[in-house]
């Protein structure tokens, strides 16, 4: 039996040209973290180790996890006047690797423009991290009886109800603003037209990947914000359907399975080690 290629996007960008997308604009974001402070809130994840006005934070390159769906990192460069940061979370590509590369269908595209994750489907294959080419999906390890995926959704919740996510609420300075996706390559063109000295003349997410629905405006090369310059435009489901379609669904089931019940196993074994010291 082959594995099917799932469907990676119930409507891409062609399909909905007026759907819902976010742009951050580099230049004008201070690190505050309020954007932070706010998904944490939102979304109830744990207290962070360190408050979210610590700056020491930025002393490293941080990735998204499954307590933090968003972080935001500084860069630094000797020609540069001042450092530069960027908020870091989940893309929402048009036609999203992880909902292809998911054989159970846990995550999916919406017409709305987030991309989101269903825990009750979610079996713990970590397929979906593999694929992602933004390295984003993030896996939930404190619980190895049912493993989940944990990434940003756009707060779906608030999107679908056509109300800005609560990273872009929090922003005092409009950095990450909500808006239809037309409107916000249309601000960005006006950015970058007015004020050429200051941007790169180019819309990071308008075409990557075959297009995302989190954009990005910079000064200095998106590269050295850490954002891939290798993706080109090729959705990526398309690049690896017909190797889907090829591969025996057990080679790859029956893999997560087993890691599964590994994790599950090593567990029980502490927690028996842990009740044998006590007593």
């Known amino acids: 039996v082959a594995a099917r290629p799932a469907q990676a996007s119930a409507a891409t960008i062609i399909d909905r040209p007026d759907g819902y997308a976010m742009l951050t604009d ?10 932070e402070a706010a998904c944490n809130r939102v979304n109830k994840l744990p207290a962070p180790k360190s408050s979210f006005e610590d700056p020491s934070v930025f002393e490293e390159t941080r990735r998204t996890t499954a307590e933090a769906y968003t972080v935001v990192n500084r860069y630094e460069n000797l020609q540069w006047e001042k450092p530069v940061f960027r908020k870091v979370q989940c893309m929402h590509c048009a036609e999203p690797a992880c909902a292809s590369a998911c054989l159970v ?15 009750k489907l979610c079996m713990g294959c970590r397929y979906c991290m593999t694929a992602c080419p933004f390295y984003v999906p993030a896996f939930e390890y404190f619980d190895a009886g049912s493993p989940a995926i944990r990434k940003c959704t756009m707060c779906y919740q608030r999107t679908a109800k056509g109300i800005a996510p609560a990273c872009a609420e929090a922003c005092p300075v409009e950095a990450t603003v909500f808006g239809k996706r037309n409107d916000l390559l249309r601000i960005a063109r006006e950015r970058i037209a007015g004020q050429p ?13 075959g297009g995302t629905d989190w954009l990005y405006l910079a000064g200095v090369s998106f590269e050295q914000l850490g954002l891939p310059g290798n993706v080109g435009t090729t959705p990526f489901p398309e690049l690896t359907k017909d190797f889907l379609s090829m591969v025996p669904l057990v080679l790859i089931v029956w893999p997560a399975l087993l890691g599964g019940f590994y994790a599950w196993t090593k567990t029980r074994q502490q927690a028996i080690r842990r009740e044998n010291t006590e007593h």
Do not use: P, Q
């Open 197 to 209: 000295g200051k941007y790169v003349d180019h819309i990071y997410g308008e075409s990557e990947a």
């Open 105 to 119: 269908g846990a995550l999916k595209k919406t017409e709305e423009g987030s991309v989101v994750w269903d825990e």
């Open 26 to 35: 580099t230049t004008r974001c201070v690190g505050c973290r309020r954007c």
